[in-house]
């Protein structure tokens, strides 16, 4: 019986189908291939450092093993003691040196690790970071691409961080059970496959458990981030006043248990089912180890082998052992993350497979005219488009207004002019030529954006406005402080503890936190500092008081100039000086022409304008 969570689509809680021991096992260099390039990639020599001690560590094991049988069979010759420890002494020395060597090795290991694993943390995140800044923007309306995004970010990096330790591990571990399995050899050949077959069960269980919680992983993904979305309602400040004026801290709670009640039933029964495989493989490894014991008993017994080179071989098995058990650990970890890891490396093939087309012909620096015909689109994974067939023409310097109820299709037109998206249907271009061809860098250079929710940079307010351009050069901060006069912003800095310099963020010890009209503000001032032949205003002025609204309007009539500018808004009374007014219904124009003009059509713009005057009248 599946249980379901309501607003999910589907039982993503419900198991694939693992696969089986042999299938993951023949995987296994595929997944850890990538894990081993990067390793090489970001830190060559500490990696070549660590595989020639390790490999010096385990040659010191093995013949430290044939040094101990040399010391056994001198004590254990006939002859009086102090004749015998006498002998031993050279094979003592050797012991001890061998030893030392091993010891050396091991913290020389530690060392260069310590140098290996900040280095392939570093590179692994900037892989990933500029993946994600390549894709274009439809790309993060992927489903399918923002689950995969959030694994390798979440999952990915975590498990490829900790990937390098294990390796090394399992390096380590290889090399000491080479080293064991050598020595055992010289004793006597039929060692070494005895204890290869006591190696088999918890290999086994090793393999099935890994890949039984990495299939769970992924059958958890949306349901785990559906819990942290809830979590970060619950402990984050921002939504905290809303929460406790609708009293919804009990529905808050209640949706929580709902989601995470379901998550622990399959946490717990992947882990009780992994619980299950290893504790059988330890017991079949534990019955075959002392079969091995009893076969070495039986092999002296009959005189197949000498009683020193028995001794060495018990001392050679207990290391195999120990050797063993670290590398069933180190292999099963770093199988796990190795799943994960494979996460992260399918990210960036898909991330590469959508970047954004490199090159191409410069965009106009200030384009003349900007045609649409039959432009369409439609998001990823979306049943109707969102935009059809548009087409519209806009001149430089005029002012365009886009208008309509919410989910007209405002901001998705805005965002096609600004390249932002490409259409799915239709074309777009600038003085005749396809957008689709331009270079998008150049495309992006020419425009302005301010959104109606602007990002909230976790820096000083300086840098919040030299954001729009941030290779802008600016002696003396000139332009800046004329942008911030021009949007009203320079007021919000005067108010500023530490002015330019303040932290505007309170996650931070001396953070300072904005209104939603001062930060619109310094949005404002970050559109007029970046400057372009082509402005687009997507509900510049929502969040801000009327004498403000005023201000930013009267700001941009004065800066238009010879600019084109989209003005996105549903405050009719704000386009009435418009060159061109459109208003979407649907996806679609359903009317154009000016205020006066619209007005006259007595159609839908005549009368959410009346509903809008007819407001303002009655307060």
């Not at 954006?449 to 000139?478: C, E, I, K, S």
């Not at 124009?589 to 009248?617: N, S, V």
Request: with cysteine; net charge neutral.
């Amino acid at each position: 019986m599946e249980e379901e969570v309501e607003g999910l689509v589907a039982p993503y809680w419900h198991l694939d189908r693992p696969d089986g021991p042999r299938r993951t096992l023949r995987r296994l260099p595929s997944l850890t291939a990538p894990v081993l390039r990067l390793i090489w990639e970001s830190g060559r020599l500490p990696a070549l450092t660590i595989l020639v001690l390790q490999l010096a560590a385990g040659a010191a094991t093995a013949g430290g093993l044939l040094a101990t049988t040399a010391v056994l069979e001198e004590l254990l010759a006939s002859g009086a003691a102090p004749d015998r420890l006498s002998a031993a002494v050279p094979g003592l020395a050797l012991v001890a040196a061998v030893a030392a060597l091993y010891g050396a090795a091991q913290a020389a290991v530690e060392l260069a690790r310590a140098r290996l694993e900040p280095a392939l943390r570093r590179a692994a995140e900037e892989r990933l970071f500029t993946a994600a800044l390549g894709v274009q923007l439809a790309d993060f309306d992927d489903v399918d691409f923002y689950d995969g995004l959030h694994r390798a970010r979440d999952r990915g990096l975590f498990h490829l961080d900790r990937s390098a330790g294990n390796t090394i591990d399992l390096l380590g571990a290889a090399c000491g059970v080479t080293a064991a399995a050598a020595g055992l050899a010289v004793l006597h050949p039929l060692l070494v496959p005895l204890l290869a077959v006591s190696v088999i069960p918890e290999a086994w269980a090793v393999l099935k458990a890994a890949r039984l919680g990495y299939a769970g992983m992924r059958s958890m993904v949306t349901l785990n981030r559906r819990v942290d979305m809830l979590a970060e309602l619950a402990t984050e400040r921002e939504p905290a006043g809303e929460l406790r004026a609708c009293q919804a801290q009990p529905y808050v709670l209640a949706e929580y248990r709902q989601a995470a009640d379901v998550l622990k039933a399959q946490e717990t029964r992947v882990g009780l089912s992994m619980a299950r495989i290893r504790t059988a493989g330890r017991a079949a490894g534990g019955a075959a180890m002392a079969g091995v014991l009893a076969v070495l008993g039986l092999m002296l017994h009959s005189g197949w082998i000498a009683p020193a080179a028995a001794g060495t071989a018990v001392i050679a098995v207990r290391v195999a052992a120990a050797a063993l058990r670290q590398l069933a650990q180190a292999a099963n970890q770093l199988f796990e993350q190795a799943l994960y890891v494979a996460d992260y490396h399918d990210f960036l093939a898909d991330a590469e497979a959508r970047r954004r087309p490199a090159g191409g012909t410069a965009a106009p620096r200030s384009p003349g005219r900007i045609t649409l015909h039959g432009v369409g689109f439609t998001y990823p994974g979306g049943r109707s488009p969102a935009l059809e067939g548009i087409d519209l023409t806009i001149h430089a310097g005029q002012t365009i207004a886009l208008v309509g109820e919410n989910g007209s299709g405002k901001t998705t037109l805005a965002r096609l002019l600004a390249g932002l998206y490409r259409p799915t249907g239709g074309t777009v271009r600038w003085d005749g030529l396809d957008t689709a061809g331009l270079d998008p860098d150049t495309v992006a250079d020419r425009v302005v954006l301010v959104p109606q929710h602007p990002v909230r940079w976790p820096h000083d307010a300086r840098t919040n406005v030299r954001m729009g351009r941030h290779d802008r050069p600016d002696p003396g901060d000139l332009a800046l402080h004329e942008a911030a006069a021009l949007a009203a912003a320079d007021d919000v800095v005067a108010g500023l503890s530490a002015g330019w310099r303040t932290l505007l963020s309170k996650q931070f010890r001396g953070g300072h936190e904005l209104s939603a009209g001062q930060w619109q503000r310094l949005a404002v001032a970050r559109g007029l500092f970046r400057d372009g032949p082509l402005l687009i205003w997507d509900e510049p002025t929502a969040p801000l008081d009327a004498k403000a609204e005023y201000a930013v309007y009267e700001t941009l009539r004065k800066i238009a100039g010879e600019r084109t500018v989209l003005l996105i808004t549903h405050r009719l009374t704000s386009v009435r000086h418009a060159d061109r007014i459109y208003l979407l219904h649907r996806g679609r124009i359903a009317e154009e022409g000016t205020h006066e003009e619209l007005l006259a059509l007595r159609g839908r713009y005549a009368e959410l304008y009346a509903l809008q005057t007819g407001k303002a009248a009655r307060r």
